[in-house]
Antibody, heavy 120, light 111 residues
Framework: QVQLVHSGAEVKKPGASVKVSCKAS????????MHWVRQAPGQGLEWMGW????????KYSQRFQGRVTITRDTSANTVYMELSSLRSEDSAVYYC?????????????WGQGTLVTVSS | QSALTQPASVSGSPGQSITISCTGT?????????VSWYQQHPGKAPELMIY???NRPSGVSDRFSGSKSGNTASLTISGLQAEDEADYYC???????????FGGGTRLTVL
């Protein structure tokens, strides 16, 4: 069965960077795109960007352009999301979500999420 | 402020039907059939309920249905059950530099 397993919770200081991983199993990794979506405490969902797992091509939301980098390691079936210049408003649960087509922008499986806390 | 507008809350009694609206613009909901809906229970990851406006993934109850008219998409849940109580989010592809937009979410309460 499809599983997306996140790395553990992180606590970071303002200005630092965080790198979250999402390990996929149960399907052919390179046949699907992967997106990152975050959710601040008590708030709604916010799309950050996505990666074509086969080509490594990426697209990011303008809101995070320059601060977010999404990469993948096909040998490890793992996608990474790195967010830099962290501020308190970046405290959120970060989810990876699989996209079956890569151009229809819907997400059929989600990871359990990684809580990132930014605090001095 | 979210790009797509949803009511903050809706409620219904068991067995009733409810509809959640999701209003965008011609750059997102109105311009593409890439509207999806997600259910999220507290402390859990979202789950896909509807994709491409009106398609249900396998395993999702046929009590859930989606539609679209102009710039507004809708999710209808018929025969409400206690386990339907959750937050619901709509999402759409957008031609803006954001690429994907979500609604602010609707809290469904089953009375």
């Amino acid at each position: 069965q499809v599983q997306l397993v996140h790395s553990g919770a992180e606590v970071k200081k303002p200005g630092a960077s965080v790198k979250v991983s999402c390990k996929a199993s149960g399907y052919t990794f390179t046949k699907y795109a992967m997106h990152w979506v975050r959710q601040a405490p008590g708030q709604g969902l916010e799309w950050m960007g996505w990666i074509n797992a086969a080509s490594g091509n990426t697209k990011y939301s303008q809101r995070f352009q320059g601060r977010v980098t999404i990469t993948r390691d096909t040998s490890a079936n793992t996608v990474y999301m790195e967010l830099s210049s962290l501020r308190s408003e970046d405290s959120a649960v970060y989810y990876c979500a699989r996209d079956p087509y890569g151009y229809k922008f819907y997400f059929d499986f989600w990871g359990q999420g990684t809580l990132v806390t930014v605090s001095s | 402020q979210s790009a797509l507008t949803q009511p903050a809350s809706v409620s219904g009694s068991p067995g009733q039907s409810i509809t959640i609206s999701c209003t965008g613009t011609s750059s997102d909901v109105g311009g593409y059939n890439y509207v999806s809906w997600y259910q999220q229970h507290p402390g859990k990851a979202p789950e896909l309920m509807i994709y491409e406006v009106s398609n249900r993934p396998s395993g999702v109850s046929d009590r859930f249905s989606g539609s679209k008219s102009g710039n507004t998409a809708s999710l209808t849940i018929s025969g409400l059950q206690a386990e339907d109580e959750a937050d619901y989010y709509c999402s759409s592809y957008t031609s803006s530099s954001t690429h994907v937009v979500f609604g602010g979410g609707t809290r469904l309460t089953v009375l």
